[in-house]
Nanobody, 122 residues
């Protein structure tokens, strides 16, 4: 059974940092990405990484402030977020694909975690 389990969310002051983790099990995954969804808004792409880690892609809203990485030995993907802003407040989801392309559309992903809340206070 495929499982993606996110952790690392929480409440942080503006300007602070958080490191999200996504532990994957029960399957073979290639590209993995982070999405987020704020109340009343659509789920949006944040960052993605290919299997080798050789290619990454970031949404403009987080580029320069966030770093996605992965440890395939641990089947875990990370999202380091720095200089957090109030507008980063959302539920953050980990998504996995059976292909090795970084898709921006959430419908192109095969598996999802349950999400972890990130709240940034201003």
């Amino acid at each position: 059974q495929v499982q993606l389990v996110e952790s690392g969310g929480g409440l942080v002051q503006a300007g602070g940092s958080l490191r999200l983790s996504c532990a994957a099990s029960g399957g073979t995954f290639y590209a993995m990405s982070w999405f987020r969804q704020a109340p009343g808004k659509a789920r949006e792409f944040v960052a993605g990484i290919t299997w080798s880690g050789g290619r990454t892609y970031y949404a403009g809203s987080v580029k320069g402030r966030s770093t996605i990485s992965r440890d395939n030995a641990k089947n875990t993907v990370y999202l380091q977020m720095n200089s957090l802003k109030a507008e980063d407040t959302a539920v953050y989801y980990c998504a996995a694909s059976r292909g090795d392309a970084i898709w921006l559309n959430p419908e192109d992903y095969d598996y999802w975690g349950q999400g972890t809340q990130v709240t940034v206070s201003s």
